[in-house]
C-alpha cells in the first residue's frame, strides 16, 4: 500500500487506515470476536493507521483494539499508528479543557490500550473557542514532554477551527470530513496543511454509508444506529451523519454519480478513491463492521486514479445537489 508522511509526526502511514467507531459502538452490534476478525483483515491487507476514540463505546473501541495488538498481532507485521480522541465524555465546555484533564483522559485511554506512550490524540471536535486557546495547546505540549503522547492533533468540524490548529506549530494532524458531500475543506484547508506539514487524515469518507450506493428510501437502521437517531443532530453535530446531507437528497446524489463509477470499481471504491485523489490528503480513515469490507476499503490504494472527466462530475453534482445543504455550515 502506498505510504504518506505525517510531516510533524515523523512518521509515514498506509494511505487507507480503519475507523474504529464501528467496533465501539452506535452502527449496530459488533461482537469482540468480529472486531478482531476486522481488524487482522485489515491488517493484512496493509493497513497500518487505526483511529479510535475514548468516547467510542465509553472505551470500548480502545479496549478492542489494545487486546487485539496484545494477543493477534504479531512482531513480523508492520507498526501500527494509533490515533485515539479525547474531550467528549465531559460537558462540551471550553473550562474543562485543562492539563488535569488532559492527564486523566489520556492515562484512560493509555490502559485500554495497554500503552505507556500514546501515538497520537485527537482533541474530539470541541468547543470552538478551545482551538485558539494558548493555553490548550501549552497543555498538549506537556503531555508530549510527559511522554504521556507522541504527538496531537485536532478532529474538527469547521474549516476555521481546522486552519486555527493548522497555524500552531505543534499540531500533528487535522481529521475533517472529506467526501464527494463535503468538499469546502478543499478550498483551504488541505492548502494550509500541505504547506505547514499537517497531516490530514479524512473520515466520514463514505457519508455514513451513502456514498457506498447499498442503501434506498427503503433501508432502516438499528434503535442503536447513528444513522436512525442523529439525522436531525439530536445527540451530536448532524454533521457527522451522512454528512449533513438530507438523507433523500443524498440518495438522488448517489444516482447521479452511479455512471460516473469506472468499470472493475464499487461506488464505494469510486467513493474512496475520489477521496485518496485530493492533494494534500494523508490517510483515509472509513470503518469496517467486518473483514470483507475491511478488505475492500483498503484494495482502494491499489486502484488507479479516477479520470479528470469523473471528478467533474462529482463537482457538478456536488454544485447543484449538496452545496445548499452543507456548504455554508461547516
Request: aromatic share 8%; net charge negative; with cysteine.
Amino acid at each position: 500500500m502506498e505510504n504518506r508522511k505525517f510531516g510533524r509526526m515523523g512518521r509515514s502511514v498506509g494511505v487507507v487506515g480503519l475507523g474504529a467507531w464501528q467496533l465501539g459502538a452506535d452502527w449496530g452490534d459488533v461482537s469482540e470476536a468480529d472486531a478482531h476478525a476486522t481488524l487482522q483483515a485489515a491488517v493484512d491487507a496493509g493497513v497500518t493507521f487505526i483511529d479510535t476514540a475514548d468516547v467510542y463505546g465509553d472505551g470500548r473501541s480502545e479496549q478492542i483494539i489494545g487486546s487485539f495488538i496484545k494477543a493477534q498481532l504479531s512482531e513480523s507485521e508492520p507498526q501500527l499508528t494509533v490515533a485515539t480522541k479525547m474531550g467528549r465524555r465531559m460537558a462540551q465546555e471550553p473550562g474543562n479543557y485543562t492539563l488535569d484533564n488532559f492527564r486523566a483522559w489520556t492515562d484512560r485511554s493509555r490502559a485500554n490500550l495497554g500503552v505507556d506512550t500514546l501515538d497520537l490524540v485527537q482533541l474530539h471536535c470541541p468547543p470552538t473557542p478551545v482551538f485558539s486557546s494558548g493555553a490548550v495547546y501549552d497543555a498538549l505540549d506537556t503531555l508530549v514532554q510527559e511522554k504521556r503522547i507522541r504527538s496531537y492533533g485536532v478532529s474538527v468540524e469547521k474549516v476555521e477551527e481546522a486552519l486555527a490548529a493548522i497555524a500552531r506549530p505543534g499540531t500533528a494532524s487535522v481529521q475533517i470530513i472529506l467526501n464527494a458531500f463535503r468538499l469546502k475543506p478543499l478550498e483551504r484547508v488541505l492548502p494550509a496543511a500541505a504547506e505547514a506539514g499537517v497531516g490530514i487524515i479524512a473520515r466520514v469518507p463514505l457519508a455514513s454509508g451513502l456514498l457506498s450506493g447499498r442503501y434506498d428510501e427503503n433501508t432502516a437502521f438499528a434503535a442503536d444506529d447513528h444513522r436512525n437517531y442523529n439525522r436531525r443532530g439530536e445527540a451530536f453535530d448532524v454533521g457527522e451523519t451522512f454528512s449533513g446531507v438530507d438523507f433523500a437528497t443524498g440518495l438522488e446524489a448517489v444516482r447521479r454519480l452511479r455512471p460516473l463509477v469506472p468499470e472493475g470499481f464499487t461506488m464505494a471504491q469510486f467513493a474512496l478513491r475520489w477521496v485518496l485523489d485530493q492533494a494534500g490528503l494523508t490517510v483515509v480513515i472509513p470503518g469496517a463492521r467486518n473483514p470483507e469490507q475491511a478488505r475492500a476499503n483498503a484494495a482502494v490504494a491499489e486502484l488507479p486514479s479516477l479520470s479528470d472527466e469523473a471528478k467533474a462530475g462529482v463537482r457538478e453534482v456536488y454544485d447543484e445537489l449538496i452545496r445548499p445543504q452543507v456548504h455554508d455550515k461547516w
